[in-house]
T-cell receptor, first 118, second 114 residues
Framework: GAVVSQHPSRVICKSGTSVKIECRSL??????MFWYRQFPKQSLMLMAT?????????EQGVEKDKFLINHASLTLSTLTVTSAHPEDSSFYIC??????????????FGEGSRLTVL | AQSVTQLDSQVPVFEEAPVELRCNYS??????LFWYVQYPNQGLQLLLK??????LVKGINGFEAEFNKSQTSFHLRKPSVHISDTAEYFC????????????FGTGTSLTVIP
């Protein structure tokens, strides 16, 4: 299947700093990528949809100025957590979609990035 | 609106015993159905998917699921579990032809007891 890679897998930062997480599709082009946040023992919460060459679409309640998303190429989307605070500590997962028959396809997920803000 | 319900948050089962993880969905339109597995501190890996055709779908690691349209269910089964099956399992649905929107259940934590 398609491979999606996330980096870094773990990051620890001080409160007030910014952190960038990269999501790459290694063997396919992804015009659309998705960013999820997962709290312990909970499901994935869709944060935003990242579209190559255009602005991301954020879900209700997600601060676009806090979570900056850039989809600069067909194989790379980045999530930048700006001025991170301890409450931003979480597991962030990206995914990319493959298309078939012109309709929706399965999602391929990155390995996830665990952010800890001290 | 679409929603996905996983009725059991935790399922303990002894090694080599069968297991069923339940998933029900609600949707006013036709959907695609998926089961994903998540091991600790990792992303999600696709177990199997139902798109069309046969309602019994076989996936990786010996798992299978059956799509029941009348009961709007897509339960996941394995006849004999292994210790390595201990993980979090997520059911998900996607509307046909929307292109983007996936809806995930809250997950079921499967613990296989030696």
């Amino acid at each position: 299947g398609a491979v999606v890679s996330q980096h870094p897998s773990r990051v620890i930062c001080k409160s007030g700093t910014s952190v960038k997480i990269e999501c790459r599709s290694l063997d396919f082009q992804a015009t659309t990528m998705f960013w999820y946040r997962q709290f312990p023992k909970q499901s994935l919460m869709l944060m935003a949809t990242s579209n190559e060459g255009s602005k991301a679409t954020y879900e209700q309640g997600v601060e676009k100025d806090k979570f900056l998303i850039n989809h600069a190429s067909l194989t790379l989307s980045t999530l930048t957590v700006t001025s991170a605070h301890p409450e931003d500590s979480s597991f962030y997962i990206c995914s990319a979609k493959t298309d078939f028959r012109g309709g929706t396809g399965e999602l391929f997920f990155g390995e996830g990035s665990r952010l800890t803000v001290l | 609106a679409q929603s996905v319900t996983q009725l059991d948050s935790q399922v303990p089962v002894f090694e080599e015993a069968p297991v069923e993880l339940r998933c029900n969905y609600s949707s006013s339109v036709s959907v695609y159905l998926f089961w994903y597995v998540q091991y600790p501190n990792q992303g999600l890996q696709l177990l199997l998917k139902y798109l069309s055709g046969s309602t019994l779908v076989k996936g990786i690691n010996g798992f299978e699921a059956e799509f029941n349209k009348s009961q709007t269910s897509f339960h996941l089964r394995k006849p004999s579990v292994h210790i390595s099956d201990t993980a979090e399992y997520f059911c998900a649905v996607s509307k046909l032809n929307t292109g983007n929107q996936f809806y995930f259940g809250t997950g079921t934590s499967l613990t296989v007891i030696p």
